[in-house]
């Protein structure tokens, strides 16, 4: 079923395409000579040399026919991300529809027609939120989600291994931490911003080490994982390799940015306290606690090693976040 068209390489659909992870695996897969297929809910702006397809919106009743002809491998990037003053009962559901009844819609159709592999991108969130600072989630590690993100998440892998095993499917999962670079929004761009404007950071006393993973290193790995005869029917956790205390990663930011890290001291239950009391916990929790993974697995068995290190996808994405603020975005 190999499609010709890109000098022996075949095609690839990738839902979420349109996502800031979304856009960069489809140019990674692209550059390094895939035919792209965009599965998009409506026509996005999106580069012409990419094959889009509009599927609606991503749930058990989607169809996906049209999209999947012709299709070797897929790439489910695509979940629901909840808009602002949803309800806590609004976004269970939605999670439920689209990140669990959705992903196994999407398995089950690929399976019927014929896709070799689906490689399904899941979050670390499905093993738990904290490690302590001197261990890490291991490929043994037993799942334990806190909460309905990840709980669902939980789900549609099982959802989409119970597939996998029943059909010709071959399914590889990857469970990521904190993605960041070029596009990057929410709580890594606050960071940028607050590093940028030099303003005090009373982070100084946090002790701890946290994982993350660079957005190329991911496109990287999925690459890797559509042809590796190692990833078949495997779950993988990935990171950069290198971890760091929250109080480390402003000063290589800030470096970056040849600005200083401004951190100042306060006491770890002092922040806590305030979080609470702001309705902000789970944010301090994150900025304080400890999330370490360990990707050795996918490192050993399927001979994968990141094409970048920590520093120089930070590098990038300071680069970037400095082009969009020279031009006034």
Known sequence: MLNQETS?????????????????????????????RAAVRKSAALPEAWQQVAVGDIGPDTVWDAALVGVEC??????????????ADEIATAYRRVNVEGSERLARAAASAGVRRLVYVST?????????????????????????????????EQRVREIGESSTLETVILRSPLVY??????????????????LPVPLGSVRNRRSMLYVENLADAIRHCLDSPQARGQTYLLSD????????LIERIALHMHRPARLWPLPVGMLRGV??????????DRLTGSLRVDSGRIREQAAWTPPFTLDEGLRATVQWYLAERGKGT
């Not at 390489?9 to 792209?36: E, I, N, W």
């Not at 390799?241 to 480390?248: V, Y």
């Open 8 to 36: 022996g390489k075949y095609t690839v659909l990738v839902t979420g395409a349109t996502g800031f992870v979304g856009r960069h695996v489809c140019s990674y897969l692209h550059a390094t000579g895939f035919s792209v």
């Open 74 to 87: 897929v790439v489910h990037l695509a979940s629901y991300s909840p808009p602002p003053g949803a309800t």
């Open 124 to 156: 670390i969130k499905v093993n738990g939120e904290i490690t302590p600072s001197d261990e890490a989630f291991t490929s043994v590690s037993p799942p334990r989600p806190q909460d309905s993100y990840g709980q669902n998440k939980w789900l549609a």
């Open 181 to 198: 670079g070029p596009g990057v929004r929410a709580n890594f761009l606050a960071l940028l911003r607050l590093v940028e404007r030099g």
């Open 241 to 248: 390799g290198e971890d760091l205390s929250t109080p480390a």
């Open 275 to 284: 979080g609470s009391l702001l309705g902000k916990r789970g944010l301090v």
